[in-house]
T-cell receptor, first 112, second 110 residues
Framework: DSGVTQTPKHLITATGQRVTLRCSPR?????VYWYQQSLDQGLQFLIQYYNGEERAKGNILERFSAQQFPDLHSELNLSSLELGDSALYFC???????????FGPGTRLTVL | GQNIDQPTEMTATEGAIVQINCTYQ??????LFWYQQHAGEAPTFLSYNVLDGLEEKGRFSSFLSRSKGYSYLLLKELQMKDSASYLCAVWDNYGQNFVFGPGTRLSVLP
């Protein structure tokens, strides 16, 4: 158990819909990272937040957005869902000035 | 652009040593990471290299040569539980982006 929690564990929805994935980092971790992992694309970095501010932006689509709240939990919003958005979405956290990221168990999103 | 290459699959025997190579091309290198991922599970951090040389951590070691754009992960005294995918990732300071390789699936046989 890494100490990072993600909800829900599984999510099944339809094309065109919008969903929100939630992540609670380990106690004391200020950075939160979001990743997408699909079979054909491997692990893709989406976005990083540090203490509420966006720090780095990777391959995140415009239909996706994220935020980190004052209590440091983070949400990833996915809208206008397409079949190709079906994937495992991981959240990870780390403490300041540390390169080790701790991954949550992931949310498996299925878009039908 | 950014590109990371790793072998797709490797097989080794329990108790042996295996080396998983990773080559990368990136515009603003600022560190290389190795992660282990068992099927159906989240990745777990193994190592981080930002300077040239070898970093040793128990049975696992990671090497980096920045001039060659090359790294390897060395696993000694292989155990069955080491059967997993090993992901090489580079932090690109220019693009402010983590770039992951496709992963190497390692099978450890008895």
């Amino acid at each position: 158990d890494s100490g990072v929690t993600q909800t829900p564990k599984h999510l099944i929805t339809a094309t065109g819909q919008r969903v929100t994935l939630r992540c609670s980092p380990r106690s004391g971790d200020l950075s939160v990272y979001w990743y997408q992992q699909s079979l054909d694309q491997g692990l893709q970095f989406l976005i990083q937040y540090y203490n509420g501010e966006e720090r780095a932006k990777g391959n995140i689509l415009e239909r996706f957005s994220a935020q980190q709240f004052p209590d440091l939990h983070s949400e990833l919003n996915l809208s206008s869902l397409e079949l190709g958005d079906s994937a495992l979405y991981f959240c990870a956290s780390s403490i300041p000035r540390d390169n080790e990221q701790f991954f949550g168990p992931g949310t498996r999103l299925t878009v039908l | 652009g950014q590109n990371i290459d790793q072998p797709t699959e490797m097989t080794a025997t329990e108790g042996a040593i295996v080396q998983i190579n990773c080559t990368y091309q990136t515009s603003g290198f600022n560190g290389l990471f190795w992660y282990q991922q068992h099927a159906g599970e989240a990745p777990t951090f193994l190592s981080y290299n930002v300077l040239d040389g070898l970093e040793e951590k128990g049975r696992f070691s990671s090497f980096l040569s920045r001039s060659k754009g090359y790294s390897y992960l060395l696993l000694k005294e292989l155990q069955m539980k080491d059967s997993a995918s090993y992901l090489c990732a580079v932090w690109d300071n220019y693009g402010q982006n983590f770039v992951f390789g496709p992963g190497t699936r390692l099978s450890v046989l008895p």
